[in-house]
């Protein structure tokens, strides 16, 4: 069996407990307007060119076989319309372009993933699958927790929850914790800012309360838009409704996407947005912990 991979992050200390290795997957459901990782949203390989670093040199246009490069008045130019994503064009010296995404087994992911398997034991750490969204390669994942747990790793899943809860349900056979995405506690502004409404999500994550599964809220806080009393409100009351949850990881908004967005030829929404300041970042966490008993921490 054999999925989209675009990233395995080694040594990953932020997704999940002790030292992990992420395997990040592409395709994704969502279209959130701060995504970190847009080049996951396609669950195709893509190319990210980076004009910026092009020197012309032209060799990718010797080795394109689909007419994807070609030199005007002394410039390189991407034609992505007709790109197919094969990635025959990058070279290992060139330094504008790359790959996002490329067909791997799920056994190739966990021989990649099992070499720092002494980190794991020493540290309660294993393996977290990440994306996009892992439902979204469900036979894949599903594939990948099974192997990982026949190498008695201990897994998590980062998903956004918006799926059919049947795959939720059979994955959580194999998953210790899931690492649910919690966006907006509105639902018109969650439609708004995700292209989704998120009525499916909060259904899903309380079934999968009911179950027992373990589960932690992955909060992401994106100034203007989600950081309001009634959102962290919301936070805290979801929180406090769950049985099984084990905390709250807020995650402050970055813009590394802004580069990525503009490698994959697409606009970024968010551009004139900043880092928040530290102690805005503490603000948050404050107002949301002083609502819950449940444990409030910057991811």
Same mark, same amino acid.
């Given at each position: 069996?054999?999925?989209?991979?675009?990233?395995?992050? %080694?040594?990953?200390?932020?997704? $999940?407990? !002790?030292?992990?290795?992420?395997?990040?997957?592409?395709?994704?459901?969502? %279209?959130?307007?701060?995504?970190?990782?847009? #080049?996951?949203?396609?669950?195709?390989?893509?190319?990210?060119?980076?004009?910026?670093?092009?020197?012309?040199?032209?060799?990718?246009? +010797? %080795?394109? *076989?689909?007419? $994807?490069?070609?030199?005007?008045?002394?410039?390189?130019?991407?034609?992505?319309?007709?790109?197919? !994503?094969? !990635?025959?064009?990058?070279?290992?010296?060139?330094?504008?372009?790359?790959?996002?995404?490329?067909?791997?087994?799920?056994?190739?992911?966990?021989?990649?993933?099992?070499?720092?398997?002494?980190?794991?034991?020493?540290?309660?750490?294993?393996?977290?699958?990440? $994306?996009? *969204?892992?439902? /979204?390669?469900? #036979?894949?994942?599903?594939?990948?927790?099974?192997?990982?747990? @026949?190498?008695?790793?201990?897994?998590?899943? #980062?998903?956004?929850?918006?799926?059919?809860?049947?795959?939720?349900?059979?994955?959580?056979?194999?998953?210790?914790?899931?690492?649910?995405?919690?966006?907006?506690?509105?639902?018109?502004?969650?439609?708004?800012?995700?292209?989704?409404?998120?009525?499916?999500?909060?259904?899903?994550?309380?079934?999968?309360?009911?179950?027992?599964?373990?589960?932690?809220?992955?909060?992401?806080?994106?100034?203007?838009?989600?950081?309001?009393?009634?959102?962290?409100?919301?936070?805290?009351?979801?929180?406090? *409704?769950?049985?099984?949850?084990?905390?709250?990881?807020?995650?402050?908004?970055?813009?590394?996407?802004?580069?990525?967005?503009?490698?994959? !030829?697409?606009?970024?929404?968010?551009?004139?947005?900043?880092?928040?300041?530290?102690? +805005?970042?503490?603000?948050?966490?404050?107002?949301? /912990? @002083?609502?819950?008993?449940?444990?409030? %921490?910057?991811?």
């Amino acid at each position: 069996m054999t999925g989209c991979v675009f990233n395995i992050q %080694r040594f990953s200390i932020n997704d $999940g407990p !002790g030292i992990r290795t992420t395997v990040f997957l592409k395709g994704c459901p969502l %279209r959130c307007l701060w995504c970190h990782n847009p #080049e996951s949203a396609r669950a195709v390989p893509e190319l990210l060119y980076d004009e910026e670093r092009c020197v012309s040199c032209g060799r990718c246009i +010797t %080795r394109c *076989e689909h007419g $994807g490069h070609e030199i005007l008045d002394l410039k390189h130019h991407f034609k992505r319309d007709v790109c197919i !994503g094969c !990635g025959a064009c990058i070279q290992p010296s060139c330094p504008a372009l790359e790959l996002a995404g490329k067909k791997m087994t799920a056994e190739e992911v966990i021989e990649e993933v099992m070499k720092d398997e002494a980190f794991y034991k020493t540290s309660n750490g294993g393996m977290t699958i990440s $994306g996009g *969204e892992p439902m /979204a390669q469900f #036979e894949f994942t599903l594939e990948l927790l099974k192997l990982a747990k @026949e190498n008695r790793l201990h897994t998590c899943i #980062e998903t956004c929850g918006y799926c059919d809860f049947e795959k939720l349900e059979r994955a959580a056979e194999y998953v210790d914790i899931f690492l649910y995405d919690y966006k907006e506690t509105d639902d018109a502004l969650h439609q708004k800012f995700t292209g989704v409404s998120n009525k499916r999500i909060h259904d899903n994550l309380r079934k999968l309360d009911k179950m027992g599964a373990k589960t932690v809220l992955r909060c992401p806080i994106i100034p203007t838009l989600n950081d309001r009393e009634d959102h962290f409100a919301g936070i805290a009351a979801m929180a406090n *409704e769950l049985t099984h949850v084990m905390g709250v990881d807020v995650e402050p908004y970055h813009p590394l996407g802004s580069s990525k967005c503009t490698k994959l !030829g697409r606009e970024y929404e968010l551009a004139e947005l900043k880092f928040p300041e530290s102690e +805005t970042v503490k603000s948050w966490i404050a107002t949301i /912990a @002083e609502k819950t008993d449940k444990e409030v %921490r910057k991811a």
